[in-house]
């Protein structure tokens, strides 16, 4: 079942809330407006983190729920060069880009269309001109929400551009399984089946290297709480108060690449993804001072985020895994949550 209510305009451009609901235990609301996810209910608890009215979004520090693009988190120097040839882009993160730049997928409304089937979908389109954000190319993308059957989530990402660029989307929602309003997730049990992680500078930048989490906090082969790599010494999680880190998946092709458990409610997250990488992010810069869904102020550590992706960084390494796209190339991915 779909069903579809204004939420609002901007620029002229009406907003909808979609509500799709599989008929079983899941249930999402879905903004036009940055392809965002306002709230995801499992068995009455709604996991994700959010805002309540347009106007907040249109401040949506942290990301919220928001598709990301054209690529996904940082850029080191806001520039890279393709075919010889240097492109700028903003400088939104200090002297680096992040998420797509001032103006990225997250803030564009987007053209939808509901699929009220068995699994009830809601495909959302949009075009990226040339130069958008200082990105080559006019890029046409599409991501397909669908609630499964089987009580998941699948966010199936599609795209293609006229001329060699970068292609790099997400989604940045923010789970809390005990419910969003419920607290930190410190007592969260959370397993990635990684065996190599990449660390940052202090601009949350990889630099290259590709270590291996194995004697780390790193190692979340086998699930462990959250809080025992918050209240580890490790130079990484002690220079950013967390985890905001790319970790290499193992294996490839559509697999399983983490578990989320939490620990008051019991619901359990598998997250599979064909993606190279995914990216943990605990929180930590959370606006502890804004309030947000359901009148709730949220704190530091109140959410994890999993975003698949090319590795962060990835234009300025060839042993990263790319997040260039060729012209005429189609660029085809799939990441499923899925709720038990």
Not at 212 to 232: C, I, Q
Not at 261 to 290: F, H, S
Request: aromatic letters at 12%; glycine letters at 10%; hydrophobic letters at 30%.
């Amino acid at each position: 079942m779909i069903k579809k209510e204004l939420f609002g305009s901007l620029d002229g451009k009406d907003v909808f809330l979609y509500t799709l609901d599989n008929g079983k235990d899941l249930r999402a609301e879905i903004l036009s407006y940055g392809g965002i996810i306002k709230s995801l209910v499992y068995k009455g608890v709604d996991v994700v983190l959010g805002r309540d009215t347009l106007e907040d979004y249109l401040d949506n520090d942290g990301y919220y729920g928001a598709l990301i693009g054209r690529n996904s988190n940082r850029i080191g120097g806001a520039a890279f060069e393709l075919n010889g040839k240097t492109y700028t882009l903003a400088k939104n993160d200090g002297e680096n880009n992040l998420h797509g730049g001032d103006f990225g997928f997250n803030r564009k409304v987007w053209d939808c269309t509901e699929q009220d089937v068995e699994e009830p979908a809601l495909v959302l389109k949009t075009e990226s001109p040339d130069g958008e954000e200082g990105f080559p190319g006019n890029a046409s993308v599409c991501v397909t929400y669908t609630l499964t059957k089987n009580n998941g989530l699948k966010m199936h990402y599609e795209g293609s551009c006229d001329a060699d660029t970068v292609l790099n989307m997400t989604n940045h929602s923010y789970f809390n399984l005990n419910g969003h309003k419920s607290g930190t997730v410190d007592e969260h049990m959370v397993q990635i089946n990684s065996h190599f992680y990449t660390p940052n500078t202090e601009e949350c930048m990889p630099y290259g290297e590709v270590l291996h989490t194995e004697g780390t906090p790193f190692d979340l082969t086998s699930p462990k709480k959250l809080k025992e790599g918050f209240y580890s010494e490790h130079p990484q999680i002690l220079l950013f108060g967390g985890y905001d880190h790319n970790f290499a998946l193992d294996g490839r092709g559509f697999r399983l690449g983490a578990v989320v458990k939490g620990d008051k409610t019991g619901i359990t997250m598998e997250m599979y993804t064909d993606r190279p990488a995914v990216q943990l992010y605990t929180g930590n810069c959370i606006n502890t001072e804004k309030v947000c869904k359901d009148k709730t102020v949220y704190a530091v550590h109140q959410a994890l985020c999993l975003e698949t992706q090319a590795f962060p960084n990835a234009v300025h390494f060839s042993h990263y895994p790319t997040a260039f796209l060729k012209k005429g190339e189609k660029y085809d991915t799939v990441t499923e949550y899925v709720f038990k």
